[in-house]
Every structure is written in C-alpha cells, then in structure tokens.
C-alpha cells in the first residue's frame, strides 16, 4: 500500500511507492515513506523506516529495510528495535549494525547492544557479537559483555533471555530488569538477574550484584526438572 505509483503495477516491472509505504507478509508488516520495487526480487524501503511483528509487541527501526520477496526476510541496515515480550516491565532496546528479520519472526543482530534502561548510560547494558530473538521463546546472545555505565564488570561466553512462560503461566525470566538500593551496611547497591533456558527442563538466573562497602557478588540459580 502507497499513497502514489510511479511504474508499472505488473509481475516484472520495477515500480516506486511513495507515501505511508506499508507491505504485509507473512509475519508482519514493514513500512516507510519510499519503496522501490525491481521487478524481479528485492523491495528496498526509506525513510522513517519499520517493521512490526504480527503480535505488535516488538517493532524495529532502521536507516534502511531490503526486503527479499522469495525468502520473506527483511535486513535492516544500523537497526534498532524495543520489545515489550518476556519482560516483566519497561522495554526491552536493543541493536546493532545489522538486522535480518525471516519469514517466522526470528531476528539476528550482527554486534547488538541489549538494555531495558531508558538511560544504558546511567544504567547498564549488555553488549555481544550477536543476538538472536525468537519470538515466544528466548533471546540468545553470544559473547556477552554487562556492562554498569561504561564499567565492564561480567563476561558470559553465552546469555540465554527466556521469553516464555511455563505451565503455571508464570516466566521463568525472573526479571531482565536491575534494581537499585541503599543500605547503610553495604552502601549503595545494583543487583541485575540474567536468565538462562537451554532446554525446558534446566534453567535459572545469573546473580550480578555490586555493592559500594562490600563490592562484587556473583552467583547464579538453577532449577532442575524431571522429563
């Protein structure tokens, strides 16, 4: 859909669209204010770029989307997305030089930087050389760095967000989200909670925790379950 065709509207022939640019695929749907169509395969969209997953609870942004019409993946140049899936409040921000979104929702970022901070800077953050981001189901980020402000503090060769829920209905992600606090045995505090789901039957959280009089304390809670 396009306010304005410039073109020929028929099976390859190039055309532009100009004007609230939306195209529907299977998963969702992406749009801007110019589409340029080649005829054959690829449909590249500019300016005020987006897509949006069929839920609507996670949408990306991007300098630029080449949509491939053949295999239903769109890449994002220098994108960047929020989520409100699998966490329990705020956003989940994250991005990256390059995004590609496929045909059943699944996102993989090329050197993403993950936060739920509306301020990482004042906050923390998490960096990696990848990220990838299945909906209903986890977020999997490799070679990750936490980051408090601009202080690497914890290295986790791999970072596993659950992004759904167990029978009870409840997420077994405790919280993607740190808290802060002041105590005047151990001073000002950040306590962070990283999740980890390889399979359904083993998973937990990481304890990152850091305390002004007291200083670093690590640890992590597992859950064990029968098949």
């Known amino acids: 859909l396009g306010d304005k065709l410039t073109g020929v509207n028929k099976p390859g022939q190039p055309f532009d669209l100009d004007g609230n640019v939306n195209i529907f695929y299977q998963d969702g749907v992406l749009g ?4 340029h169509y080649d005829g054959k395969r690829y449909i590249d969209i500019t300016g005020n770029t987006f897509v949006k997953n069929r839920s609507g609870d996670t949408i990306l942004y991007a300098e630029s989307v080449r949509f491939d019409e053949n295999t239903q993946k769109a890449t994002l ?4 997305g929020e989520s409100t899936q699998g966490v329990e409040q705020g956003k989940l921000h994250f991005a990256g030089t390059s995004m590609v979104t496929d045909r059943a929702g699944v996102t993989h970022v090329e050197r993403a930087n993950i936060t739920t901070c509306e301020n990482p800077r004042g906050g923390y953050h998490i960096e ?18 936490l980051f408090l402000g601009a202080l690497a503090i914890f290295y986790l060769p791999i970072l596993v967000i659950s992004l759904h829920r167990d029978e ?4 077994r992600n405790p919280g993607f989200v740190p808290i802060i606090g002041y105590s005047q045995a151990e001073g000002f505090w950040i306590k962070a909670r990283l999740g980890f789901s390889p399979s359904d039957y083993y998973y937990g959280y990481y304890r990152i925790e850091e305390y002004t009089r007291i200083g670093l304390g690590l640890g992590y809670v597992a859950t064990l379950r029968r098949k």
Not at 32 to 35: L, M, Q, S, V
Not at 77 to 80: A, L, S, T
Not at 128 to 145: C, E, F, I, N
């Open 168 to 171: 009870t209905g409840s997420k």
């Open 77 to 80: 140049i220098r994108g960047r």
């Open 128 to 145: 990696s050389k990848t990220l990838d981001v299945m909906p209903g189901d986890k977020a999997v980020a490799r070679s990750a760095v």
């Open 32 to 35: 801007g204010d110019h589409a």
